[in-house]
């Protein structure tokens, strides 16, 4: 089974900084790989979603995650935080169900503070 | 086009009893997935429906249990309800397997 790894229950940036949040996934390299954010009291709103046509993947908001495979990694980053982007980040691979189709897999999250 | 809509938004029960939670996923969409998320334990799959059917089954015990209608709306029920069981519940859809999932905005539960 697929498993994720994301390094950092938190991360603090200033506002105007970069953002890196990190996301390690199990050896074996999987179809689809995912960030979500979620904002207060809301579901998950997916960012962008990696399906091997690009190892550079843009996403919403500014946000962008690079696929390396020789390091099992699908970080995510954007140039310049803003203080809208306080949020609690996931990251997800698709793993195989016993039902045969593909169900996300969730990290445990990064939440993500931006100071003024 | 709607989103994914549950209901209700929150919900307060004892120990001991059941509860139903109902979510109405995106129009077109067939595959409706549950996740109970908690501080301790992050985000965990519960199960997925397809067409009416269970297609996947994360592991949790047999006191959860869903069903989905021919109109793609599921339900998720909890019997015997522990305090562990607290959590917020989400529902996502998806039109098909290689599509994103679409979350609704949860319910959250509160066992007392």
């Known amino acids: 089974a697929q498993s994720v790894t994301q390094l950092g229950s938190h991360v603090s940036v200033s506002e105007g900084a970069l953002v890196l949040l990190r996301c390690n996934y199990s050896?074996?390299?999987?179809?689809?790989l995912f960030w979500y954010v979620q904002y207060p009291n809301q579901g998950l709103q997916l960012l962008l979603k990696?399906?091997?046509?690009?190892?550079l993947v843009k996403g919403i908001n500014g946000f962008e995650a690079e696929f390396k495979k020789s390091e099992t990694s699908f970080h995510l980053t954007k140039p310049s935080a803003h203080m809208s982007d306080a949020a609690e980040y996931f990251c997800?691979?698709?793993?195989?169900?016993?039902?045969?189709?593909?169900?996300?897999?969730f990290g445990r999250g990064t939440s993500l503070i931006v100071h003024p | 086009k709607a989103g994914v809509t549950q209901t209700p938004r929150y919900l307060i029960k004892t120990r001991g009893q059941q509860v139903t939670l109902s979510c109405s996923p995106i129009?077109?969409?067939?595959?409706v997935s549950w996740y109970q998320q908690t501080p301790g334990q992050g985000l965990q799959f519960l199960f997925e429906?397809?067409?009416?059917?269970?297609?996947n089954k994360g592991n949790f015990p047999g006191r959860f249990s869903g069903r989905q209608f021919s109109n793609s709306r599921s339900e998720m029920n909890v019997s015997t309800l522990e305090l562990g069981d607290s959590a917020l519940y989400l529902c996502?859809?998806?039109?098909?397997?290689?599509?994103?999932?679409?979350f609704g905005n949860g319910t959250r539960l509160t066992v007392t």
């Open positions: 996502a859809s998806r039109g098909d397997d290689n599509s994103p999932l679409h």
């Open positions: 997800a691979v698709s793993d195989l169900g016993s039902g045969g189709s593909y169900i996300p897999t």
């Open positions: 129009s077109g969409h067939r595959s």
């Open positions: 429906y397809f067409s009416e059917t269970q297609r």
């Open positions: 050896s074996s390299v999987p179809p689809y």
């Open positions: 990696y399906t091997s046509a690009a190892t």
